[in-house]
């Protein structure tokens, strides 16, 4: 016989979006169902990388975290297809984490604080209208408000508008687990590896994870550039190339409808020159959280939505500065000219490593700093003789 279980808040996906809602919302006195089909510990495909920036977000609403789960790496080297950039180092230092342990460890947080535990259960069908989800086993559960932070693929934004991104404007990355290499660890980005992307090697305890990605309209044969990065990086033969798409820059307006609020990769708030996504899913779904703590105090739910947008404006702000800043980065015809300004002006090299490690934001390079990088790398290709040497 089916059983239908009441709460406050319902959260689909337990990632660090899923369980930052889960998390806040319980610590504000809400009784909260944390719903993901996995069983946690989980996989999830991903570089791992902890900017500053995500580092700011998980110290605010998580708190302290075991030691040895974040894994320092104090040089990032850049490269342009294989060819050395420069080196910049990374102080503080910029962390990187598996997400296996990392993600279970957030989400025992959540469960930690009074959330309800309905990991390892599937979703068989969702009412966005009445707020309510059945699962495989049978079970209902209702609330006045339903958080969607399933991903990247959330069936909660499907079911709101039929398709959670525009496979077009999303991007899409191959990865591969490799045995660490001898001699000191630096973090590497190759900007060549992928068009409206870029390559990654990252550092972690134990292991190294190389990848490339891109914007997947622009990278039909992602498997090809794949291989080269691997070759050239001296990667072993026969390592297991897993893939997954990531929103990249591409976000609805609204992060969510009538009484269903989407955050982290179900809302598209992953930066599309970096592809940072851990830190904006945190801080998305302590909001999201939050809202539905606020929402209910005034016995309004479906203010939720509304107190939430007005938290996520300035970060669709930055996604927004990032997605036009990145044209000058990526457009084929300047991005080698980026990679060449990149080698030659340290400022800039600087600059571009600080917006990766997170520290320092897309509002405060300033209109002074894209003026310069624009007739840095446009006004050469308007030249008629063409570019200076
Ligand atoms: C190859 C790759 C490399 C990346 N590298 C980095 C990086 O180095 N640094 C960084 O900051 N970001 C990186 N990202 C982005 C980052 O992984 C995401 O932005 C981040 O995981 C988003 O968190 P989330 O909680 O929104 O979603 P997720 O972490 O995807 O969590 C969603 C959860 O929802 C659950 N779920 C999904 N569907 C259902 C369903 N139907 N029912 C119930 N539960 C469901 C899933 O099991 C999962 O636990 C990378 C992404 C990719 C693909």
Redesign the pocket.
Known sequence: MSQTRRFDLIV?????????AALVAAQGGLSVAL????A?P?D????????GR?QGHLDRVFGALPGGLLHPVSQIRLRHRGADLGVQICDPPFH?TM?RAF?AVL?GRALGAGAADH?G???RGIDPDAAAITLTCGTQLEAPLLIG????????ARRLWGRAHDPARI?????VEAPAPPGPEVLEIDLGAAHWGYG?S?PKAGGL?L?V?GLAARNPALGASMADYLARAGAPDGLRI??????FGDFPAIAGEGRVLL?????G???PI?????????H??ALAGAAAVRALAEDAPGAALRHYMAGLAPVHAELRRARMLRRLIYARPLQGRFARAIARNAAIQRRYVQLLQGERDYADLGAGSVLRLLRRLVLPALDPLGPRR
């Open positions: 689909i996906g337990a990632g660090p979006a899923g369980s930052a719903v993901d089909r996995a946690f989980r999830k495909l991903c570089g791992g990388g902890i900017s995500a990187t997400r993600d989400a990991t259960q599937r979703v932070a399933d991903g990247v693929n959330s069936i909660v991007a899409f990355a191959l990865e990654w990252f994870t990848g990605g897993r893939g997954h798409h990531l929103p955050a982290g990769d179900a809302a708030l992953v930066d970096t592809g940072e996504g851990i830190g904006w899913a945190v998305s779904g």
